[in-house]
């Protein structure tokens, strides 16, 4: 079985910072794209940034520039630091991997539980 544990969620004020913590346990073969995404109240999740296992990175345009995502392969952790954070980065953020347990077991989607980001004045 595979969980992702998330932390580092937190309040902050406007144009502050935060980092957020994502590892991967259990049974785990190999992880391949790992991502970050968030839902506000009365929205949608949305993706918000993701990393492939080489490095690839991907954002979305309301956080380019000032969200950055990074992974240690060896830790089977991502990382997403926030910075100049606006009112509207307020949401919980959920982590997202795609692991295959073992080399026979098919690509599986898992979600870690969430953390709240509130950023307020």
């Known amino acids: 079985q595979v969980q992702l544990v998330e932390s580092g969620g937190g309040l902050v004020q406007p144009g502050g910072s935060l980092r957020l913590s994502c590892a991967a346990s259990g049974s785990i073969f190999i992880i391949y794209t790992m991502g970050w995404y968030h839902q506000a109240p009365g929205k949608q999740r949305e993706l918000v940034a993701a990393i492939t296992s080489g490095g690839s990175t991907n954002y979305a345009g309301a956080v380019k520039g000032r969200f950055t995502i990074s992974r240690d392969n060896a830790k089977n952790t991502v990382y997403l630091q926030m910075n100049s954070l606006k009112l509207e980065d307020t949401a919980v953020y959920y982590c997202?991997?795609?692991?295959?347990?073992?080399?026979?077991?098919?690509?599986?989607?898992?979600w870690g539980q969430g953390t709240q980001v509130t950023v307020s004045s």
């Open positions: 997202n991997a795609d692991i295959k347990a073992s080399i026979v077991a098919r690509l599986h989607d898992y």
